[in-house]
Nanobody
């Protein structure tokens, strides 16, 4: 079982920056792939950025060059640095931890943190 707690959301003007953090419980954090997802009103949840247990990253096309995901296995944290924010980035952002056990993937989610970008 992994518990995730996000922090760092808020209200920012377009062009500004925010830093989201996700603190994870447990002693096996380093074995999990981590990700940030977001869900805007009336839209499906979408992957924003992900980082594997080995440190490889991938990003949604809409955030490439603006967002950076990183992890600190010693502190059990994953961070999303968001720069040059746009109103279209407004959403609830969720931290995700996932790992495959045999043939079954298990996902864990945080409670979400609101990010609002004003124009």
């Amino acid at each position: 079982q992994v518990q995730l707690v996000e922090s760092g959301g808020g209200l920012v003007q377009a062009g500004g920056s925010l830093r989201l953090s996700c603190a994870a419980s447990g002693r096996t954090f380093s074995t999990y792939a981590m990700g940030w997802y977001r869900q805007a009103p009336g839209k499906e949840r979408e992957l924003v950025a992900a980082i594997t247990s080995g440190g490889s990253t991938n990003y949604a096309d809409s955030v490439k060059g603006r967002f950076t995901i990183s992890r600190d296995n010693a502190k059990n944290t994953v961070t999303l640095q968001m720069n040059s924010l746009e109103p279209e980035d407004t959403a609830v952002y969720y931290c995700n931890a996932n790992r495959v056990f045999g043939s079954v993937r298990r996902d864990y989610w945080g409670q979400g943190t609101q990010v609002t970008v004003s124009s």
